[in-house]
């Protein structure tokens, strides 16, 4: 059975930093890219960054850049982000994906008219940035 289990989320005040996690099972996550997600209160869910199957390639949408990092350790089965310089905006449940499919070779793309072709969804990890 396919699962992905996100964890690491919180209270932080801004500036401050997190590092989610996500635990995949049921699967070989390293044939696979991996995407993280949020959606705030009141929002569409937006993509944030992703990540190639073998960890060289990432991307990041533009808000994130500079700030958040998206690694994984495929031995390990996990995919993480670190989250610094954290801003109110931030705020919202984080999630990990699937993409689809599996061997692709870049880091997965996040638009949303990619949304359905991310096959696994975990079941988000708040964070919440407060000052």
């Known amino acids: 059975q396919v699962q992905l289990v996100e964890s690491g989320g919180g209270l932080v005040q801004p500036g401050g930093s997190l590092r989610l996690s996500c635990a995949a099972s049921g699967f070989t996550m390293g044939v696979y890219a991996i995407g993280w997600f949020r959606q705030a209160p009141g929002k569409e869910r937006e993509g944030v960054a992703s990540?190639?199957?073998?960890?060289?390639?990432?991307y990041y949408i533009d808000a994130v850049k500079g700030r958040f990092t998206i690694s994984r350790d495929n031995a390990k089965n996990e995919v993480y982000l670190q989250m610094n310089s954290l801003k109110p905006e931030d705020t919202a449940v984080y999630y990990c994906?699937?993409?689809?499919?599996?061997?692709?070779?870049?880091?997965?793309?996040?638009?949303?008219?990619?949304?359905?072709?991310?096959?696994?969804w975990g079941q988000g990890t708040q964070v919440t940035v407060f000052s």
């Open positions: 990540i190639s199957k073998s960890g060289l390639g990432t």
């Open positions: 994906a699937r993409w689809a499919e599996a061997g692709a070779l870049g880091p997965s793309p996040v638009l949303k008219k990619y949304r359905a072709q991310y096959d696994y």
